[in-house]
């Protein structure tokens, strides 16, 4: 009973899908949805991500359903597959940047006084001693004192984690937080 509920909620969520990736899918597996929203940009780039997409049935208890249901709603989500892709990706996230030697990409956001004596400085040099693994940075200037960084890091999860570490720990930075964005299979369309 509840399997075939999520089948039939499966499917929706499919036919209901905003991501041109997941329509893409539902053109190729043959089935014709009769509505779904049309995403007028993106339409053609991701092609082929997801061709091998595969339905499975869950026994889930009805009040643990409820709580996901409720959450996946508070995050925005439209629908369970896509809140479940993305739980299963965020773990496997999590657990490969725990390999040291796992190649991930993250971000590190921090926030200092740029009045602090020789930290923007400090800062500019750490990133220079890192340029292999630093992508990028955006800098904003938040208001008369604080500045706002973003630094996108790519490498090896050991060094990442040790960039940002030596980023947020310099003295003057308020604030800061690396996040793990993305674990670099090393295969690449
Ligand atoms: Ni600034």
Redesign the pocket.
Known sequence: MLESRLEASLSRCWAWSSKPVVRHFVSRVGSTPTSFRQNTQNESYTIGLMSDLRRFGVAIEGELLDQFDALMEKKGYTNRSEAFRDLARAELVRESAQKPNAIVVGTVTIVYD?HVRLLSEKLTELQHQHHKCVVSAL?V?LDHDH?LEVIVLRGKAKDVQQIADSLIATKGVTHGRLIVAVADSGHHH
């Open positions: 740029h800098h200037h500045c």
